[in-house]
C-alpha cells in the first residue's frame, strides 16, 4: 500500500520540480504574452538574421509618420472583475482540498486576492507604460536629428491621438520627451503641444475598428468559432493543470489564470506566481491561441479587418507627397510637415502593419492581393512570423520614414524606409527589402487598397448619406450607447 504512494508522491514532486526548474532555464514567460508584451521586452525580440539595407550617405530623412500603439495599461474593469472572480473561485478550489495533501501547492494559491482588488476604475496608461512612450520620443528625436531641430509648431508637428485617454496620455508622454530641452517648464524644460483627438464616434482614421459596422458584425460572427478552435488547446493544458496541482480547474480557470500571468508578468514583473503555474510549452500553446485570435479578428484573417484602415493609409501616403512636394517646390524648413504622430490602439496598429504587408512572406502577399485567405499561423513548436509579442506589444510602433535621394541618377529619387518596434523591416511588396523606392511603396503596396472605399467597405453610419443615418448620428452624440458588458475589450 505504501509503496505506490510514496511512487505517488515522488512523481508529483518530480513533476513539479521540474516545471519551476524550468522557469529558470533561458525560457522567460515574459517574451510570450502576445499583445500584452512590455515593449522594452518586444524591442529585444527581432530577427537577427535580417541585415538592414544600407542607406546610401546621399539620401536623407525628410519626413516621418509615426503609428503607435498606446504603452502598458492597466487591466479594464471588466478584467478586474474576472481577476475578482478567481479569488473568490481559487478560495473554493482550495477549500477542498485536505490541508496535509496540500503540501505540493504554491503557497501564494492560499488566501490569494486579486492585487487589484478595490480599484475603482480600470484600462488608464500606468507609470510603466508613460516611462515606454517618454523614452521612445527622447530615441525617436536622437535617431533623426534632422526632422526634430525645428521649433515645435502643430502644423509641423503634429500629434494625433483617440479620445481613449490611455491614448492621448501616450501622446503626451511621447510628446514630453520629444520635445524635452526645448521649452521652459520645470527642471526638465519641457514645453506644451497640443494632442488632437476626433470624437469617437467618427474617427475614421485611428478608431476606423469602431465606426465599421460591417467590421462589428463579423468580429461578433468570428466569436463561437474563435472559442471553438481555443478550447481544445485549453482542455489540453487544463487536463494536465488538474495533473499537476491537484486541483480540479475548469477550462475558464485556465484562462483566466492564463490572463493572471500575464497581467503579472507585464505589469508587475512577477514570473513565479500564476505564470510558474505552467510549463514552457504550456505557454507556447497559450500564446498562440491568443496570437490565432488577434489574427482572425484583427489580422491578415480576413481583408476587412485591414482594408478598413484605408482611411489611414490614405492620409500616409498624402503626407508623403506633401513632403515630397514641399521639398521639390524648395521650401524653406519650418514651413511644412516634418513628422506626423499618431497614438491609437492594437485595433490601429495590427491592420496598419497589414495594409504594408509587414509579417509576410513573398507568397502570402501575392495571395493578398489575390484577395485569398491566408493559412492561420501553425502550431508550435513550428514557428510562425505572426506573434502578438512582436506585431502589437504596448507601445508597438510602425515609423515610415521618408528619404530623399539625391539623384545623379536615374533611379527613383524618393525612399520609404519602414521601422517597426524601431527595427528596419522587410517589406514582402517590396521584394523584401527595407528601403522600398516611394513609388513601389505607393503603386504596389498601397494603391491595390487605397481602391477600396471605406464607406462602401463598412456601409458606415459615421459618414451619413441618408437623413435618417444622420438623425441617429446626432441622437448617437447625445446618447452614447452603452456598449459596457456587449463589446469586447478594446486591446
Ligand atoms: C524583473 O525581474 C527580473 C528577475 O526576474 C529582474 O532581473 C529585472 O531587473 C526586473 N525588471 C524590472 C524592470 O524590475
Ligand atoms: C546609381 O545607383 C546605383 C544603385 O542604385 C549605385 O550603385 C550607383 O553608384 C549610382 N550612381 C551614381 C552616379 O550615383
Ligand atoms: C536608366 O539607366 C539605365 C542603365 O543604367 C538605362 O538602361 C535606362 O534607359 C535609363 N533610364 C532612363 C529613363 O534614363
Ligand atoms: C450599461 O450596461 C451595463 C450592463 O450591460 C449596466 O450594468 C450599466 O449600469 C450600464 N451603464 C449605464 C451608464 O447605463
Redesign the pocket.
Known sequence: MAAPLIALLLLTFFHAASVLASANSDFDVRRHLSTVTRYHVAKEISDNSYIPSNIPDQCKPIHLNLVARHGTRAPTKKKMKLLDALGTRLEVLLGNVKEKKSGALPPWLRGWKSPWTGKHKGGELIGLGESELYELGIRVREKFPQLFHEDYHPDIYPIRATQVSRASASAVAFGMGLFSDRGNLGPGHHRAFAVISESRASDIMLRFHDCCQNYKAFRKSQEPSVDKLKEPILDEITKELVKRWGLSFTRQDVSSLWFLCKQEAALLNKTDQACALFSPSEVGLLEWADDLEVFIVKGYGNSLNYRMGVPLLGDVIQSMEQAIKAKEDGLVPGSYEMAKLRFAHAETLLPFSCLIGLFLDGRDFDKILREEPLQLPPKPPQTRIWRGSTVAPFAGNNMLVLYSCSANNNTSKYFVQVLHNEHPTRIAGCGDSDFCPFEVFKEKIAAPHLKHNYNDLCSTESLPTTPANKLWQILGWFFPA?T???QKDEL
Request: net charge neutral; charged share 0%; proline share 0%.
Open positions: 452603452n459596457s458588458g456587449t
